[in-house]
């Protein structure tokens, strides 16, 4: 089988990445430390397990299964509405809330806030990679390397794992959002970024 490598496909799926890794960390912190896992996007929200609470790991089942889904190559025309979808769903929603006064995008745990408008070009710009991705991805001379569906990259699954009790003792060591409940944060963004990694990429890295 020729392979032919796209460079669009490394910056698309770590946008994709970096847009679900929110609900991965709601979803952590709704288990973890309910009590400071308020959340909100438009009309949905909650905290710890009331409100909308099934929805950020609702999303992040689904991330994964679409992570999961383009690292075997195969049911692509699935993957690609998938994901096209998503982008879709964001970049609307994001144009949507710049045309709102006064509201913008706030991550409590860092003490963050983003306008709405700051955000539109990068979720437009991305969108129209993912577009760019999909057509590369149909054109019959790009053939794209299979998997086995129980192919799994077993050693960041593994690391991923480990840093659950890592994070559940700094959740649990930690008030309000002060260091150590930051420190348990960045160890849930970890966790996803080697969820994806293990789910996605089925074959080791070989450094050359």
Known sequence: MRIIKTPL??????WNV??????????MRILLKPEISTWG??????????????LPPLIAIIALFVFYLEGR?????LYHILILGWNIMLTGLIAYGSLQANSPVSFDTWGVQISFTWLLFPFILFLLLTIALVVQEQKESHLIPLYDWSKIN??????????FPVALLFFKLGSGFNWLVKIAVAA??????LLTEALGRPYERKIK
Not at 18 to 27: G, S
């Open 154 to 163: 077993w050693k960041p699954l593994i690391i991923a794992l480990l840093l």
């Open 9 to 14: 496909r490394a910056p698309v799926l770590i």
């Open 188 to 193: 849930t963004i970890i966790q996803w970024i």
């Open 41 to 54: 996007i438009f009309n949905f929200g909650g905290e710890g397990f009331m409100g909308d609470y099934w």
């Open 18 to 27: 970096l847009t679900t890794t929110f609900f991965w960390t709601t979803t």
């Open 73 to 77: 190559g195969k049911l692509r025309i």
